[in-house]
């Protein structure tokens, strides 16, 4: 009976054990995660998304590259989307293989007609060359602590449908004619039962890598969405920045479905992974949220979605960046203002990379979008300090700030011993804010948020705070 007990014990301790090592959600702070038993948070400044598919990559080198910068997240589309070259006006786009370049999960035939050159697929056979670079990818992102988001479908922008091997003209499989915003969807004919097959393969051979979680489709509410508000009313109503896409209801059905496919499959495997579901451009508060959800993404996201979404005590990411030209200093802000909402994941889209600038040393690209290798050294400076001051008890605090002429400011704080702030100057001279502390006695470390060097360290004893100095500064308080 004692060895029953004690292996039993040995069991229930590996189990929890292993369950540490996969990225899940903090328990004593569900809004961050929590990776082999550290709080953690997940900033990146990755490729466009195409390590895996692109042979030409070399995503080793990439790997270490953004590591070596201090990140730790990368987005990764797995093969039901791709793109062809010139797409979106990118140049050079690790999403758009060259001829002889592209490996997807499916084996390729002999017959001839892919639309964008070689013999079709064969969605029936998986093609085991894929699955070794997968899982590659997969490990060298685990040696390097980086966490991948597994994006399983996207939307297909129009034309994108043409060169998916799901469609009937790619494949010898005799998938359904139908729409390219039917596919997406449950109305799909056969092409569901190709997609859950698809799914459930990703999801066994991903299994064994705690580094990663899997988001269900990207920006669903490109192809479907039931209603588009007017963000501004100044600006013109047919900017897709002007507007607020609701994703339809008939692409989250389809989603729902999806994350079902993820969650029964996983139901006998050794690790349960978190699901993320991409909700909208900019923000907006998530109805009818998916129990089954535990990480909702937002694109060229504003620190309003934070806020909308916080009640839901899940993480609330920002997975991509773009289309607000190509300044460092613009999604370093960015960066900073969403974290500083109570954001848990911000990955910018860095278009430095692409296959033969793995290293992401070229900045004369041609792209809707920035990246360079100063951005990712000032995000990796952005991770060192929340990790330094301890984020898992800090959450946004908007009382603490009474008064900050001349800047912008937020704040969070533990309400009790820790506060932190973030300041962007809008005035010449540097900001007097008032803050609402009691008297008493306070440590404060001003840290420049571009070069990561310390500014200054003062004693106060409460009042009003002088700022030391112009530019993005933070500022950690400690009683």
Known sequence: MLRFHTLLA??????????????????????????????????????????????????????????????????????????????????????????????????????????????????????AAYFQRLKAFMQAAAQHNIIVEVNLF???????????????????????????????????????????????????????????????QNEPWADLSDTTLLRNEYGPGTDWRNTLQVVAQRSNDWQRKVASW????????????????????????????????????????????????????????????????KEDATYRRQAWRFMMAGGALFNHLDYSFWPGSEAGLDTAFKAPGGGSPQLRKQLGVLKQILDAVGFIDLKPDTNLLQATPGASVQAMGNGSNKWLLYLEPLAARPAVLTLNLPRGNYEIVWTDVVTGRRVVQQQWQGGQLQVPARGDLVAFIRK
């Not at 910068?69 to 797995?78: A, I, K, P, S």
């Not at 949220?289 to 609330?316: C, G, M, R, W």
């Open 10 to 127: 040995a069991v229930l301790f590996t189990t929890i054990a292993g369950a540490q090592q996969v990225l899940r959600l903090h328990t004593q702070n569900p809004h961050y995660f929590a990776y082999q038993n550290k709080p953690t948070i997940l900033v990146g400044s990755g490729e466009h998304y195409g390590a895996v598919v692109n042979t030409a990559f070399d995503f080793e080198k990439y790997l270490q590259t953004i590591a070596q910068d201090g990140l730790n997240t990368t987005r990764l589309f797995t093969g039901a989307y791709v793109e062809k070259l010139g797409d979106f006006g990118i140049n050079n786009n690790t999403l758009a293989p060259a001829a002889g370049k592209l490996l997807l999960p499916w084996k390729r035939t002999e017959v001839p007609g892919y639309a964008l050159g070689g013999a079709r697929f064969d969605l029936e056979q998986w093609d």
């Open 154 to 216: 996207s939307s297909h922008y129009g034309g994108g449908w043409n060169y998916s091997a799901l469609n009937r003209a790619n494949n010898i499989n005799k998938t359904d004619s139908v729409a390219a915003l039917a596919v997406n969807t449950l109305q799909n004919g056969n092409i569901l039962g190709h997609q859950e097959r698809y799914v459930r393969k990703l999801v066994r051979e991903l299994n064994g890598f705690g580094n990663c979680y899997f988001e269900i």
């Open 262 to 325: 993820i969650r029964s499959e996983e139901q006998a495997l050794a690790n349960k992974h978190l699901i993320a579901q991409n909700i909208a451009n900019f923000h907006f508060p998530v109805a009818d949220a998916d129990p089954q959800v535990s990480i909702f993404n937002f694109h060229y996201t504003l620190p309003l979605a934070v806020t909308e979404n916080y009640h839901l005590n899940k993480v609330i990411g920002f997975n991509e960046t773009g289309f607000a030209g």
